[in-house]
């Protein structure tokens, strides 16, 4: 069973969100959906200052296995991309949590967190896969 | 039924994600199949490959059956221990499969083919038997190791006894030899120096536990893709299978045409097709932007009249020694090296450049 942070909120399609309590979020994928994919090989990702819509795909993982989109969980302004991943998409397997981290986004409605999955809704979930 | 091998126990041991490989329960890597890649391209690393078959060939008649059997001619076999790479095709020239053929004496060879297609093999071999004298033996009882990487056969040295030591010493790529209770051969599926060892079953674990603590590094079978794959090597139902030509599949240098009396299995049809030069043919591509080919994806290219021709990735990935990706593509005769064609790619057409279909040998790469 793969870790997952409880102060982390979860999107189904395998994303997460941690609320930085200043109206944005920073979004990754999990150590789950990591360990699905296998070994990345490029991450593309979103233009800084694009906005996306919930359930928008606004960036690709692709691994050694296949091409994956991942989608926005929330709306808002992409304001950040974590540029590193460029030359060490490693990361997304070895720190799915923390240095592989994607994006963040300026948060359109607060709110939208709230009503994602928590640590054990995102558990469920995966165990219905 | 999930068949397992001997080695099943250590494989979990060392942490391995297991996969169902044809019926067989299979790592598919250790953690990181990318880690695991550069470990051959840059020191050593080992594969399980006891799922293969091994089927002795003995008697009278064994060099007159595989002269009919299979498309290269084992008449070039002279020395004791040489290997050959070959098909066996079917006789509308189709290929079967693809086998490494050792050879002992003119009564005495060792093949080994796939073990996907291990039942259909069997089954053809037999059949070909008739009015032979030969007896086709599976060998289950043994284990397969291969050892691959410019460290390879130093680290294997260490493990080996003086006298098997002696008995490699100074061996010639493609070449097996019996020392003691191993059978040690100079063949791999990556491109690098190395052995593969096969081993009586109830060795293999102290084998692949003294390999280890050699420092030599587990590998599984998607490292083994990754790796032929930039060698330039096929992979049997993917770059070729029974409605595919072996001129087709990048396999005409493992046809022997020379002695014209030699009734080869398809010979008759594989002669109309070279003719003809009819066949499609399978050639290497390489995208150096971001993404990465995959199989079955439409290869479109255009002649020098205008005329547009299509074609299909048979197998594609990303080359972690080049850091781009890599694929092997069955396209028109008229694609060259050095064309540019276009790939369909996640609703894109993306340019892709034609290349020879070896990328990498030695750890060196062969692109320019």
Same mark, same amino acid.
């Given at each position: ?5 409880s ?18 979020v920073? %979004?990754?994928?999990? =150590?789950?959906?990591?360990?699905l ?5 490029f %991450? =593309?990702?979103?233009e800084?200052g ?7 795909? %606004?960036?690709v ?10 989608y926005?969980? %929330?709306?808002?302004?992409?304001? =950040?991309?974590?540029?590193?991943? =460029?030359?060490?998409?490693?990361l997304?397997?070895s720190d799915?949590?923390g240095?592989?981290?994607m ?9 939208e967190?709230e ?11 995966i165990?219905?896969? | ?8 126990a250590?494989h979990?041991?060392?942490?391995? @994600? ?5 019926? $067989? ?6 953690g ?7 470990a051959?391209r840059q ?8 799922h /293969? ?5 003995h008697?009278n008649?064994?060099k ?11 008449? @070039?076999?002279?020395?004791a221990g ?5 098909g ?15 050879? &002992?004496? #003119? ?16 089954? $053809? /071999?037999?059949q ?11 060998r289950?009882? &043994? ?23 002696q ?5 010639k ?6 020392? !003691? ?15 593969e ?5 109830? !060795?293999?674990? #102290? ?5 280890? #603590?050699? *420092?030599?590094?587990?590998?599984g ?19 070729? #299978? !029974?409605?595919v ?7 005409? $240098?493992t046809?022997? $045409? ?10 008759e ?7 003809a *030069?009819?066949?499609?043919k ?5 995208? @150096?932007?971001?993404?990465?080919l ?9 002649d020098e ?20 990706s890599?694929?092997?593509?069955r ?12 790939v369909?790619?996640?609703k894109?057409l ?5 290349? @020879?279909?070896? &990328? ?9």
């Amino acid at each position: 069973m793969s870790n997952i942070p409880s102060e982390l909120r979860y999107a189904t399609s395998h994303e997460w969100v941690r609320n930085e309590g200043d109206g944005t979020v920073t %979004v990754g994928i999990t =150590e789950h959906a990591q360990e699905l994919l296998g070994d990345m090989v490029f %991450v =593309e990702l979103p233009e800084v200052g694009e906005s996306v819509s919930t359930g928008d795909d %606004v960036a690709v993982a692709e691994s050694v296995k296949a091409a994956s989109d991942i989608y926005a969980p %929330v709306s808002g302004e992409v304001i =950040e991309v974590n540029e590193d991943l =460029e030359d060490s998409p490693e990361l997304v397997n070895s720190d799915a949590f923390g240095d592989g981290w994607m994006f963040k986004i300026k948060l359109d409605d607060a709110s939208e967190v709230e009503a994602l999955l928590d640590a054990e809704g995102y558990a469920n979930s995966i165990d219905e896969d | 039924m999930t068949n397992k091998t001997v080695l099943h126990a250590k494989h979990i041991e060392a942490g391995a @994600k297991m996969v169902d490989f044809h019926g $067989w329960e299979m790592p598919i890597n250790y953690g990181s199949q990318i880690e695991e890649h550069h470990a051959v391209r840059q020191d050593a690393g080992m594969f399980d490959v006891s799922h /293969m078959t091994i089927v002795d060939l003995h008697g009278n008649d064994a060099k007159a059956y595989l002269r009919r059997l299979v498309i290269n001619d084992v008449a @070039k076999l002279e020395v004791a221990g040489k290997a050959l790479y070959t098909g066996m095709c079917n006789t509308n020239g189709g290929v079967i499969d693809d086998l490494i053929i050792y050879y &002992f004496s #003119d009564t005495d060879y060792r093949l080994v083919v796939n073990s996907a297609t291990r039942e259909k093999d069997l089954e $053809w /071999m037999h059949q070909q038997a008739t009015g032979f004298d030969i007896s086709i033996i599976e060998r289950p009882e &043994f284990a397969m190791i291969a050892v691959q990487g410019p460290q390879a056969k130093a680290k294997v040295a260490t493990i080996l006894s003086a006298e098997q030591n002696q008995a490699v010493e100074g061996m010639k790529p493609f070449f097996g030899v019996q020392a !003691e209770s191993l059978f040690i051969a100079t063949t791999g599926y990556t491109g690098e120096n190395g052995y593969e060892i096969v081993v009586p079953q109830n !060795e293999a674990e #102290d084998l692949w536990q003294q390999l280890l #603590d050699a *420092g030599v590094k587990p590998c599984g079978l998607g490292a083994r893709d990754t790796l032929r794959l930039e060698a330039g090597m096929n992979l049997y139902g993917l770059d070729m #299978d !029974e409605s595919v030509s072996p001129l087709a599949a990048n396999m005409a $240098w493992t046809i022997a $045409w020379d002695d014209e009396d030699r009734n080869f299995n398809g010979r008759e049809v594989l002669a109309k097709q070279r003719a003809a *030069g009819d066949q499609l043919k399978l050639t290497g591509l390489v995208l @150096k932007e971001k993404g990465v080919l995959r199989t079955g994806l439409k290869v479109i290219s255009t002649d020098e009249n205008g005329e547009t021709g299509e074609g299909v990735i048979t197998s594609g990935t990303f080359s972690p020694t080049l850091g781009h990706s890599i694929a092997m593509a069955r396209v028109p005769r008229s694609v060259k090296v050095g064309d540019i064609v276009e790939v369909e790619m996640r609703k894109k057409l993306v340019k892709v450049e034609v290349v @020879k279909p070896s &990328f990498v040998r030695n750890g060196k790469s062969q692109l320019d």
